[in-house]
């Protein structure tokens, strides 16, 4: 049984080497249109699978917003299209080493046209939901890859993710490899499935993955306490920095803020001067203007 992972969309972008960060696109919700229809299949699942995340992100997120964020599709139809042979090609022409399932793939599609707007996620033309409100999508397919062997999408492995790699040489590979749960042995907190920490007494030795620390809890470092909370300088987990804050990087701010040089500053909202995506609120600096995007409002 697999343990889920929502990192599909990472998946994507290492196999179409686009090195940017999923980001989110939109704001309020508007209604989702239906995907309805018959059962999915093992044939139909990935084109109907494109055309909801497609259909609900042209629902949802104005032209202006939409190719703010990358994505210049001229439609949803165009933009499925797009989608669908990305995921084709990333899943060896559609083929996924598994058992598909049907109840789960349906769920799926009724998840995606039901996600809230602000959870969408849109780098250019690859499309994806905070897997909190998916949590049907990679279990369409009942993977039977193990652990360590070649894949081409998370869907094949029994296990939680398909991992790409890429060598000095630039040949790049791929393989399920799963993340450890509470008690599996761990030498960092990247081996660890979300929510955990490795526990190692005197690194770099083997360690366990564990719970992360709750607030008072020591620690040495951000990775080690539960997400809302970062390692202050008395070496104990506790809240982020509100804008204002001091702060020696961005983990010490909350969410919604930078560490601009020592002080925690709000992200940029729509309208504010910007370099980079990352000094925005919507994760958008608009190239033409260096003014950040807004966050999708609905059509």
Not at 169 to 178: M, R
Request: a negative charge; proline letters at 5%.
């Amino acid at each position: 049984m697999r343990t889920h992972r929502h990192v599909f969309l990472a998946t994507l972008l290492s196999a179409v080497a686009v090195a940017v960060s999923a980001v989110p696109g939109c704001g309020d919700d508007e209604p989702p249109a239906s995907s309805g229809g018959q059962e999915p299949t093992d044939s139909d699942f990935i084109p109907r699978y494109a055309k909801a995340l497609c259909d609900r992100t042209f629902a949802c997120c104005d032209a202006a917003t939409r190719a703010a964020h990358g994505l210049d599709a001229s439609s949803a139809d165009a933009c499925a299209s797009d989608l669908e042979a990305i995921l084709v090609a990333v899943t060896g022409g559609g083929e996924v080493n598994g058992t598909f399932v049907p109840e789960k793939a349906a769920a799926c599609l009724a998840e995606v046209d039901a996600a809230p707007c602000a959870e969408l996620q849109i780098v250019g033309v690859l499309l994806g939901v905070d897997g909190e409100f998916t949590p049907s999508c990679l279990d369409a397919w009942d993977g039977s890859v193990p652990e360590g062997g070649t894949c081409g999408s998370d869907w094949d492995c029994a296990r939680d993710r398909c991992v790409r790699t890429t060598d000095a040489s630039g040949q790049t590979t791929s393989a399920c490899k799963a993340m450890a749960l509470a008690g599996e042995p761990c030498s960092s907190a990247f081996d660890c499935d979300e929510a955990l920490r490795c526990d190692q007494p005197s690194p770099p030795d083997a360690g366990t993955c564990a719970p992360r620390l709750a607030a008072g809890g020591s620690c040495e470092g951000s990775l080690e306490c539960e997400e809302e909370l970062r390692c202050g300088d008395d070496g104990t987990c506790q809240a982020r920095e509100q804008a204002g804050g001091p702060c020696a990087s961005d983990q010490d701010c909350a969410a919604g803020a930078t560490c601009d040089g020592a002080t925690c500053a709000s992200l940029g909202a729509a309208g504010a001067p910007c370099s980079v995506d990352s000094d925005c609120a919507s994760s958008a600096c608009v190239d033409a203007t260096s003014t950040c995007a807004d966050v999708c409002k609905g059509s």
